[in-house]
């Protein structure tokens, strides 16, 4: 497995991790119109969450870009070397989320592919009968 190439150093200070990644920019330009998008950041855009009808599909924290996709592609993903298991804590691994670190991938492809599957979970309802009082 590649060592995390996007992980940042302990030396640097916060001050310096609290600054927006310029790397996150074209994800939020290609995503913007799409419909349902939202966006979600702190004030020095250095914490941005992406969500589609309300369902959180990824984020962009401190350097990490991280996305949710199916388990199988996560697999994939991470086999290939372009990502490791999204780890909530020191140990929690949440499911279908992929951590980037292939310097090399795109972003932007991740995002749309994780946009595109969060609205195949957020599909409505076909409404049912309506039952009326008598």
């Known amino acids: 497995m590649k060592k995390r190439a996007l992980t ?3 030396s640097e200070s916060k001050q310096s991790l609290d600054v927006a990644d310029s790397r996150f920019e ?3 330009k290609a995503l913007a119109r799409s ?4 966006l ?5 855009k250095s ?15 401190h350097g990490r870009f991280v996305v949710k996709l199916n388990e199988a592609r996560v697999a994939e993903l991470i086999a290939d070397g372009t990502g490791e298991p999204f780890r909530s804590g020191a140990t929690k691994v949440m499911k279908g989320w992929l951590e980037v670190i ?15 599957l969060a609205g195949a979970a957020t ?3 076909k409404p049912g009968p309506v039952k009326r009082k008598r």
């Open 47 to 61: 914490m941005r969450g992406m969500m589609r009808e309300g369902k959180s599909f990824g984020m962009s924290s």
């Open 26 to 28: 074209p994800v939020a």
């Open 123 to 125: 599909k409505p309802l």
């Open 8 to 10: 940042v150093k302990k």
């Open 40 to 44: 979600m950041e702190n004030k020095s």
């Open 35 to 38: 419909p349902g998008f939202s």
């Open 102 to 116: 292939d310097p090399e991938a795109s972003w932007v492809k991740l995002a749309k592919e994780a946009y595109s």
